[in-house]
Nanobody, 124 residues
Framework: QVQLVESGGGLVQAGGSLRLSCAAS????????MGWFRQAPGKEREFVAA????????YYADSVKGRFTMSRDNAKNTVYLQMNSLKPEDTAVYYC?????????????????WGQGTQVTVSS
């Protein structure tokens, strides 16, 4: 069982940066692949980034590639999402998720545990 708590969301102007954190409970955090997803009002939840056990291999949605960076610190049971050059279309609730597996995935249904989400609002 893994419990996830996101933090770091807020209001930022276009072009600004935010760093989201996701703290996980449980001793086996390092055996879970992790992902970040987001959901804007009236839209489906969409993939943002994912990382495997070690965090060496990361995957990104085309819409955030080159602007967002995902990392994980297994010693701290925490994953991060550094978001730079933010755009108004990045406005959404951001969720972190964990899945039993070595590699990250872009598919919502492949994740077993979800956090409660943190709001990110980018003003133009």
């Amino acid at each position: 069982q893994v419990q996830l708590v996101e933090s770091g969301g807020g209001l930022v102007q276009a072009g600004g940066s935010l760093r989201l954190s996701c703290a996980a409970s449980g001793r086996t955090f390092s055996t879970y692949a992790m992902g970040w997803f987001r959901q804007a009002p009236g839209k489906e939840r969409e993939f943002v980034a994912a990382a495997g056990w070690s965090g060496i291999r990361t995957y990104y949605a085309d819409s955030v590639k080159g602007r967002f960076t995902m990392s994980r610190d297994n010693a701290k049971n925490t994953v991060y999402l550094q978001m730079n050059s933010l755009k108004p279309e990045d406005t959404a609730v951001y969720y972190c998720a964990a899945r039993n597996g070595r590699s990250g995935s872009s598919r919502v249904h492949e994740y077993d545990y979800w956090g409660q989400g943190t709001q990110v609002t980018v003003s133009s």
